[in-house]
């Protein structure tokens, strides 16, 4: 009997551990506009690193759908004292019409965000990510580093400076996503970097494989007036 008992224990203690479906951490996810752009289509642009979103993901960082229901309580109170900050740091690129920003914001709480309402609130949700971009400061980070520096049209670097220089801010090393241009090269897109249940402190993502050659080509923002 106490062998039985044992195997069971230990069947639950695993079937436990296997359980990755739960939410566990967020994806802090960014985009360099002028790589992400080559792949959507974009109505706005930036000359500095755009949030695409605070992701909820699992243990081993897979994006967990959101949970947001009909009957939940609307989020735009908790959006409009934050819109300047939306505006600067989290851009909808891809909207023509900036007064419809709002919906952007509340479809990323919908869609990512919702699935750890358990353990933030909308408010809390918006105002950490916006707080993290600022943290990470990527383009400062990548050109103080010396990984990034100012080139009137750009310029291909080592996949590993990127991620030392970013690692060197956050103390993990991030996940790097490209897209091939025309050119066929692959360039800066997105970057990606873990955080805590919580949406406070950096940890280290999941062994994932960057979406990346080993040389990756910075671009330069176009000129805004």
Excluded at 51 to 62: F, P, Q, R, S, T
Aim: hydrophobic share 35%; charged share 25%.
């Amino acid at each position: 009997m106490k062998i039985k008992a044992s195997c069971l224990f230990l069947l639950a203690l695993l079937a436990t551990t296997c359980d990755s479906s739960g939410f566990d951490h967020f994806w802090l996810v960014q985009v360099w506009p002028s790589g992400y752009c080559l792949q959507a289509n974009c109505s706005q642009t930036s000359d500095r690193f755009i949030i695409h979103g605070l992701w909820a993901v699992n243990v081993v960082d897979k994006t967990l759908p959101g949970t947001a229901g009909k009957g939940d309580p609307s989020i735009r109170p908790s959006i409009k004292p934050l819109r300047k900050d939306l505006m600067r740091y989290w851009l909808p690129l891809n909207e023509n019409n900036l007064s419809r920003a709002e919906n952007f914001w509340i479809y990323q709480w919908k869609k990512h965000g919702s699935a750890a309402k358990e353990f933030i609130q909308p408010r809390d949700y918006f105002q950490m990510a916006l707080q993290l971009a600022k943290d990470t400061d990527l383009r400062n980070t990548l050109q103080n580093h010396g990984a990034v520096p100012i080139l009137p049209d750009g310029g291909s670097y080592n996949k590993r400076d990127y991620k030392a220089a970013i690692k060197n801010k956050t103390g993990h090393d991030p996940l790097l996503k490209c897209v091939k241009g025309d050119d066929g090269i692959s360039h800066l897109k997105e970057v990606i970097i873990c955080v805590d249940d919580q949406a406070q402190s950096f940890i280290q993502c999941a062994k994932q494989k960057d979406r990346c050659y080993f040389d990756i080509m910075f671009d330069v923002p176009p000129r805004t007036n």
